[in-house]
């Protein structure tokens, strides 16, 4: 018995790969069995075994993520690109970013039909509001040289390029204060008007799942991102902070909605959105002077240098 739990507490990296691709299949099969109607015995096998192995994939993860974080770095590293990917946390921000931003172009388009279609308030916030995100992400892209390559090499490590560098950071917390009209529609529409996103079945807890790796990310990203001085950045950073904060509160109204009946409730998302409101307000705002104060800074550095 000892040698088994040995065995399970440190198992050889091919076991590992090899369960978590059983419990992938296991949670693929899982939703299936939600959205279309299977055997209830079958489908309570299928849910506990899936049980059993996400429980297991996420102990064996946490004893032994050095060794897995090494293997996958070793895999990735045979090409210059993934290489590049795995080590070099700028480009791995660009990369997430530009997959942000196309999913925000798609989104505002999507949701600004639905809005001329059936003339609804509810898409049209939302087309206002991934429009704006689109908009913040692309400018940060643009400005650090992904997009046209408009990013002047000659300018890096001098104090104009740092004055430019700001400048964007202060033009993101400007679209932030934009941004909070949109928002603070889709929060009365969500909250008084009983406008939400919908979730068949068990897929809200799919949801769930994906709306706390989110936030979790972002979060994680706050700390990652204070170890560069780069304002660019930074202001990714808070743009990925702000969005994963509109999506915990539209989980949290599809959730009250689809397992509560109780009009209190109300109360409850009136208080996240005002926090999340205001929480972007605050960040806008700190960014704007933050900004203002570093330029100032280099202008005088630049100015004495002359």
């Known amino acids: 018995m000892k040698k088994i739990w040995k065995f399970l507490k440190n198992p050889p990296i091919l076991f ?14 899982s939703i299936v069995f ?27 993860f946490i004893l032994n993520k050095r060794k897995i974080k090494k293997c996958i770095i070793r895999i990735l590293s045979v090409t210059p690109i993934t290489k ?63 997009i046209y390559k408009t990013h002047d090499i000659k300018l890096d490590g001098t104090i104009l390029g740092e004055i430019k560098k700001w400048r964007v950071y202060q033009n993101i917390g400007i679209d932030f204060l934009i941004i909070v009209p949109s928002i603070s529609i889709s929060i009365w529409e969500m909250i008084f008007s009983n406008r939400h996103h919908i979730y ?7 949801v769930s799942a ?25 202001s990714i950073r808070n743009i990925n902070l702000a969005d994963a904060a509109m999506s915990i509160l539209s989980l949290q109204v599809a959730l009250i909605a689809t397992f509560s009946n109780n009009s209190d409730m109300k109360a409850l998302n009136m208080a996240t959105g005002s926090v999340v409101s205001i ?3 605050i960040m806008a705002i700190f960014m704007i002077i933050n900004s203002r104060n570093k330029i100032k800074v280099l202008q005088y550095k630049m100015m004495t240098n002359e």
């Open 210 to 234: 994906y709306t706390f790796y989110k936030i979790t990310i972002a979060i994680l990203n706050i700390f990652k991102v204070q170890k560069y001085y780069q304002p660019i950045w930074q």
């Open 279 to 281: 929480a972007i307000i």
């Open 34 to 60: 939600l959205i279309i109607d299977i055997n209830e015995i079958l489908s309570n096998i299928i849910f506990v075994f899936a049980g059993i192995t996400v429980f297991y994939t996420i102990f064996t």
């Open 84 to 146: 590049r990917y795995v080590t070099d946390y700028g480009f791995r921000l660009r990369i997430t970013t530009t997959i942000a931003f196309i999913t925000n172009a798609a989104y505002a388009i999507f949701e600004g039909v639905m809005a001329l279609i059936g003339r609804s308030i509810w898409y049209a916030s939302l087309c206002a509001y991934h429009s704006i995100l689109w908009f913040m992400r692309y400018n940060a892209l643009k400005k650090d040289g992904i």
């Open 16 to 29: 590992l790969f090899f369960i978590y691709l059983i419990t992938f299949g296991f949670c693929m099969i």
């Open 200 to 206: 068949a079945g068990m897929l809200i807890y799919v």
